[in-house]
């Protein structure tokens, strides 16, 4: 998979680029990122990249020109024509759709994404038209420019490739992970063998962890989980993260998948 990031600030994504699982990914070659100065394709000698906006108002925009010259230069296809299953081009932006889990397993199928970082007021809107297939924002907030969201999407979207992580099941098994019909026969176990986190998180966040010690100042791990109990590991995570979501995250139970032994357990979380 290749990462073209477009940007005032190639430099940002030095450090970021150089450690944990990205770097991994890079050194071994299953990811590539590439970095653009937008100020590289500029043709006057303040390298400008940016000009007031139309209709008035405060702060600059950056111009079409360069990030459209930027673009040309990565051979892409045109947007009418593109196949967005193989290439897609992403403006990040505070008005943007929320980026999430689901998009970064969406992203993940793709084999070229191009992230264009916008700065200052934002990108003159002629850019998304005539190019980009998503506008994507990480949050509700806003950053001085794209350059955050775009790290973030490249980390959360890398580390779901085949290889990148030691244990694929863990970008499985984790936050707003899959449903466990997603994942069926995916992963298997031996026979008595302790068991995978749980069945797909299905939208939950996820459970609390422990490691050893077992006791660390006055608190000790859940006895559940030095049992040996599979079932009642399983059942304890669930509840768990089912408890962790009410309080949290409420707002994802909406689209959760739930069985009715989990909307028994938040009934009664629910009610006292």
């Known amino acids: ?85 193989r290439e897609c081009v992403v403006l990040l932006s505070a008005q943007g759709a929320k980026f999430t889990q689901a998009v970064a397993r969406e992203l993940a199928r793709t084999e070229r994404v191009v992230l ?29 420019g794209g350059e955050l969201g775009a790290a973030v999407i490249v980390d959360a979207t890398m580390r779901l490739l085949p290889g990148v992580l030691g244990n694929e099941a863990s970008s499985a098994f984790e936050s707003f992970g899959p449903a466990h019909e997603e994942l069926h026969g995916q992963f298997s176990q031996e026979a008595g063998a302790p068991p995978l986190s749980m069945h ?21 791990v859940p006895d559940v989980l030095a049992g040996g109990n599979h079932e009642q590991i399983r059942r304890w995570r669930r509840e768990r993260a089912l408890e962790k979501t009410l309080r949290n995250r409420p707002d994802l139970l909406e689209k959760a998948e739930l069985s009715e032994e989990d909307r028994r357990f938040l009934r009664q979380l629910q009610q006292g």
């Open 200 to 220: 797909g998180a299905g939208g939950l966040l996820d459970y609390p962890h422990y490691t050893r010690p077992a006791e660390f100042r006055g608190l000790a």
């Open 1 to 85: 998979m290749r990462f073209d990031i477009l940007t005032i600030f190639p430099d940002f994504f030095t450090s970021i680029l150089s450690h944990g699982v990205m770097r991994r990914a890079l050194v071994q070659g299953q990811v590539s990122v590439a970095c653009h100065d937008l100020r590289d394709f500029t043709h006057d000698r303040h390298r400008t990249v940016d000009d007031r906006p139309f209709g008035g108002g405060e702060g600059m925009v950056l111009k079409p020109e360069p990030i459209t010259e930027a673009l040309e230069s990565l051979s892409l296809a045109p947007k009418r024509e593109r196949d967005t299953r």
């Open 116 to 144: 264009i970082c916008g700065r200052y007021e934002g990108v003159d809107e002629r850019v998304n038209e005539l190019h980009c297939d998503r506008e994507l924002s990480i949050g509700d907030y806003v950053l001085s």
